[in-house]
């Protein structure tokens, strides 16, 4: 009996298996809240950035994670709070994404913009 068939056969199953398993080379880094916020937390707050693109808490600078630990303690809070944010407008737009981003995904339900105000009249690049 000739079983080269049989092994070719085999062999592009093998490599068809092999194509359709997924490599798990790609990795989704989700931040999670590592613990409770330390700052107070009252019925209206402000996220800030500023021009270097620090993090505030009503006006105390913060890092990322604490931020997310502030929010997450927010979000679970008995009494509904309201997260105002307000970015400088030369901080960097990469950071308000993530800024924004960040406070969606802690679970926040009430969110505003706020200073857009100030930003009604445009000057001129001359």
């Given at each position: 009996m000739n079983t080269t068939p049989l092994i070719d056969v085999l062999l592009v199953l093998i490599i068809m298996i092999i194509i359709t398993i997924p490599i798990l080379?790609?990795?989704?880094?989700?931040?999670?809240?590592t613990g409770p916020g330390g700052k107070a937390i009252e019925a209206v707050n402000t996220v800030s950035i500023d021009r270097q693109d620090r993090l505030y808490w009503n006006g105390e600078v913060l890092g990322r994670q604490e931020l997310l630990n502030q929010l997450a303690s927010s979000a679970n809070h008995p009494d509904d709070v309201l997260i105002h944010f307000e970015p400088d407008p030369d901080a960097s737009y990469d950071a308000s994404a993530r800024t924004i981003a960040l406070i969606k995904d802690s679970g926040i339900e009430t969110f505003a913009f706020v200073g857009n105000h100030k930003y009604r009249e445009f000057e001129s690049g001359d």
């Open positions: 080379t790609h990795s989704l880094k989700v931040p999670l809240p």
